[in-house]
C-alpha cells in the first residue's frame, strides 16, 4: 500500500486519538490535536493525569478510547510508543500514525506484526491535514 493509500485510511476513522496530548500550545501534543479539531475531526485527547485540553475530555488510557476510534497519533517518546502500542493493539486500534520523533523500530516491526496500518516514515499530520496557528 503507497503511503498515500495508508493516510487515506488513517483519516477515514470516525474517532482519532492522540496519545501525548498536552496543555501546552507550544508543543506537537498540543498541535495535533488543534489540528483535528481545525478540520472538523472527532478527537479525543489520552492524557492520565489531565482533564480536558482544548475543551476536550481527556480519557487516562487508550483502552479507554471508545470502539470507534480506529487511528491513534502519537507523539510519545520511542520508549512510551513502544508501550502505547501494545495497547491500541488488544483495544483494536487499526491505523497508527507515530508523528516525527515517536517512531521506534521495535514499535514499528510489532504494529507490521500485527497486521495495522503504520505510518512512521516522517509523514507529519500537521503538513498533511494543514495546520495552522490561530
Given at each position: 500500500m503507497t503511503i498515500e493509500k495508508q493516510i487515506e485510511q488513517f483519516l477515514a476513522s470516525p474517532i482519532f486519538g492522540v496519545v501525548g496530548a498536552s496543555t501546552n500550545r507550544d508543543k506537537y501534543g498540543n498541535k495535533v490535536l488543534r489540528c483535528y479539531q481545525q478540520n472538523d475531526r472527532s478527537v479525543i485527547p489520552v492524557h492520565?493525569?489531565?482533564?480536558?485540553?482544548?475543551?476536550v475530555d481527556c480519557v487516562a488510557s487508550v483502552t479507554d478510547l471508545p470502539d470507534e476510534a480506529e487511528s491513534l497519533s502519537m507523539i510519545t517518546p520511542p520508549r512510551v510508543t513502544e508501550k502505547i502500542v501494545e495497547l491500541a493493539a488488544a483495544k483494536g486500534i487499526k491505523n497508527i500514525w507515530m508523528q516525527p520523533g515517536a517512531e521506534s523500530p521495535a514499535a514499528v516491526k510489532y504494529c507490521e506484526e500485527q497486521g495495522l496500518n503504520i505510518i512512521a516514515d516522517g509523514s507529519c499530520l500537521l503538513v498533511v491535514l494543514g495546520y495552522h496557528e490561530h
Open positions: 492520565p493525569q489531565e482533564q480536558q485540553i482544548e475543551a
